[in-house]
């Protein structure tokens, strides 16, 4: 059956306007449509915070539930049923700071979810502190004088905890963050879409480099597995390797040709050069950063489940009852 | 020599973490119960992870309670204890009974085991006041070497046989048939016949060492069964008590089981448990800490699985928010508080019952939840069952306490059959409502309809902020805030349960104890000498704890004098006093990490009578 982005909207979206998860949330329904999974066999789990409030955007199934806490909700609902293609949904805070045990964890576990991270290195919902994606020296309510501590860098978390899928979009692009959001759906295990979008209202801004497709045209650069990694208007820039190091050029300039420039592989299992294009500052990289297959936890718990079923004898509860060690009263 | 009929009879095996002492405990009462006896048995285990090897605190204890009838307790003081090096001697002698028959292992009681027990002399015996007509003393290491010497076996492997001579000795004293011992040792080592081999030679030995010599030791026992209950039986613990009663509300829901839990003492054996049965398609997934244990429960139970977390009181803290979380949402859900000595980490293989008020009102908001309590190691089935049930039909968290004292002990279990327990029916949502279905709608019991994803038609949002009563949407109107909070309250005390018991003096007890939990025993246990000293006492011991029984009040306001006698100070005397109107009982409370002893009940319940 078809769908259009009708059969997953839902109800009136109440985040300020302009802000990023407007965006966000229009592809997603668009992503889900082209999907093309019934929504009564989806599930889109969050946690706490302004973005959090999607799934009740969603004609699926789903939860809104508690601060930090969806991906680990998420997991127990995709192993319980598998069959259920489920999306968990958290903020930078409620995914790196509350959350961050459960990101690493769901990842290293490698979950059959798709996980989105909605960055915009700020606390929305509690009316603008600082998070932990929020740079070193940012100026918040609760940090007036400058954050004195580093932030995380999701990819470099995500890899850290040995992720196997690691793709990136603006919120303001809906080709881009379509095309990654599919890639997550089709990548089997923790797929992990950072999305860099914008706070209006407290983090007005923070990715003004990339957020408009100018700007995108100038900063950013598009992976895609398999091709050179050339950008710029004219594509006149490109990723060269210097020496265990990776940096972008200008084509014709310093004697670097079209032949130096690197072909991005997303399904090298070693993640060194993706973790390097994953945390360039210029150009920022965008799609899919990291696609590489592994045995998913939820797939390995229902085969060894299958395994057990026909190696052991006993298969109710009664049967059970038998394998112990049984005396007679008469 | 004496042959000495008894009621009962204790013995406690103790000895280093690894002498294999709860093997001996386990087939000797295991043997036992083989010939019909009653059986309870509590392991006693050193916190330390592995204490210095003959170090007072490495040692580790099994306690077993036989009798010709019901035995209710592992038994206060011991009959019989084996000491299987000096450590042992020196901690656990003050389990024994003043008259007491001791064995020991002269091998482990040379000038450096002595030291490390902390004696001062060579004369052990003397020091501890022991007299020595009383003890068993046997070379028993450098036997069991002998009677291994032809085995090849290596020397370290043959000192683990020790254990076996101990119970060799043990089943002799008791005039048990080892045959039953030699199957259950050839059934449990059914891969390694050699390793049965050898534990069964030493067994024999062990057995004819104690007949040939007829030792020092006044008499042999004789424990005769009454009162048989024929049928199959098997020994359990409270924990696979718990892990089996799951797995067969599974079973009767037809659902899934998950289990989202993180090690922690005393709970992990459910763990275990549930990890090895597979074949019944049993999940369980060792999450990343407490909360994810009970946060990805909640995420199955979402998905439509029978979910359950096991932890105890540490990991109750951390599992609040999302126990909460599943009342809001009112899924159902099974929170396993497998209770310890608190606060903070506390006395981690201790036993208490100061959860009570947390599993009550550990919650932020107006938070109702159901509380339950296994009474003893084989209730824990039942309860684990019921707990099931309970959220299962009326879409709610539930919480199921249990302590280190039921759960690690064990008794004769009567094979269950399926067949006989209730059904097992949640509230699926009609199919007939679609269209019309709003997450919050309830049926006539109160109960939210069960929508598990999957269905056309019923896709749904729940979540942690409130929602609205007819659209299920967030909603923040105080009138509909008024109302979902007393719709969730009334839906738990509508919840059906059965009505309070009173066991002994039911009309005309001067003292009526009340307890909960796995004080039951115990309690039942003081009731009984008592009234065989002629008073008139009753018992009334709460299983269901939240709501509570609809006669509780009409119960606990009928006798002259009523003491609430729990493991804590005093929660479930608050929590009946805050619910019963008029209610004053007097209190016996304990926190010492140990079972109640039921000779200090006897005493301070007299005392009560006699005021």
Known sequence: ?330 | MEIKEKESVVVRFSGDSGDGMQLAGNIFSTVSATVGNSISTFPDYPADIRAPQGSLTGVSGFQVHIGAEQVYTPGDLCDVLVAMNAAALKTQYRYAKPDAAIIIDTDSFGPKDLEKAQFQTEDYLGEMGIDPDRVIACPLSSMVKDCLADSGMDAKSISKCRNMFALGLVCWLFDRDINIAFNFLKEKFAKKPEIAEANIKVIQAGYDYGHNTHSSVANVYRIETKNKVPGRYMDITGNKATAYGFIAAAEKAGLKLYLGSYPITPATDVLHELSKHKSLGVITVQCEDEIAGCASAVGASFAGALAVTSTSGPGICLKSEAMNLAVIMELPLVVLDVQRGGPATGLPTKSEQTDLLQALFGRNGESPMPVVAAASPTDCFEMAFAASKMALEHMTPVILMTDAFVANGSAAFKLPDLKSYPTIQPPYVPEELKGSWTPYMRNEEGVRYWAVPGREGFEHILGGLEKDDKTGAISTNPENHDLMTRKRQAKIDAIPVPDLEVLGDKEDAELLIVGFGGTYGHLHAAMDELRAKGKKVALAHFRYINPLPKNTSEVLLKYPKVVVAEQNMGQLAGWLRMKVDGFVPMKFNQVKGQPFVVNELVEAFTQIINK
Request: net charge negative; charged share 20%.
């Open chain 1, 1 to 330: 059956m078809a769908y259009t982005n009708n059969d997953f909207k839902k109800g009136q979206p109440r985040w300020c306007p302009g802000c990023g998860d407007h965006f966000f949330l229009a592809s997603l329904h668009k992503a889900m449509a082209e999907i093309g999974v019934a929504p009564s066999q989806t599930a889109v789990i969050s946690g706490i915070g302004c973005s959090s409030r999607l799934p009740h955007y969603m004609a699926t199934y789903g939860m809104n539930t508690i601060h930090g806490r969806a991906a680990a909700i998420a997991t127990g609902c995709k192993v319980a049923n598998p069959d259920l293609t489920v999306w968990q949904v958290s903020g930078d805070g409620d995914g790196l700071a509350i959350g961050g045990n459960h990101f690493i964890h769901a990842n290293r576990r490698n979950i059959n979810l798709n996980m989105i991270l909605l960055n915009n290195r700020i606390y929305g919902l509690t009316k603008g502190q600082y998070s932990p994606t929020s740079p070193r020296g940012f100026v918040s309510k609760s940090s007036p004088y400058g954050t004195v501590e580093d932030p995380f860098r999701p990819a470099e978390l995500c890899f850290g905890a040995r992720g196997h899928f690691f793709a990136r979009s603006v919120a303001t692009d809906a080709p881009g963050t379509i095309e990654i959001l599919k890639a997550a759906y089709n990548h089997k295990g923790t797929s992990v879409c950072e999305i860099l979008q914008n706070c209006v209202i407290f983090n007005n801004g923070t990715h003004d480099a990339v957020y408009s497709k100018e700007g995108r045209a100038k900063n950013a650069i598009y992976l895609k597995h398999g091709e050179k990694m050339l950008f710029g208007e004219n594509n006149e820039y490109g990723i060269v390797q210097e020496g265990f190091n990776i940096k972008a050029v200008k084509l014709g300039e310093e004697g670097y040709t079209e032949a130096d420039v690197l072909v991005h592989d997303a399904k090298c299992e070693d993640n060194t050069l993706q973790l390097k294009l994953a945390e360039m500052e210029w150009p920022i990289a965008l799609g899919v950063i990291r696609d590489v297959e592994a045995p998913t936890y939820d797939e390995s718990v229902w085969s060894q489940i299958e395994e057990i079923k026909a190696a052991k004898k006993y298969h109710n509860f009664a049967e059970l009852l038998e394998t112990n060690d049984i005396w007679e009263v008469k």
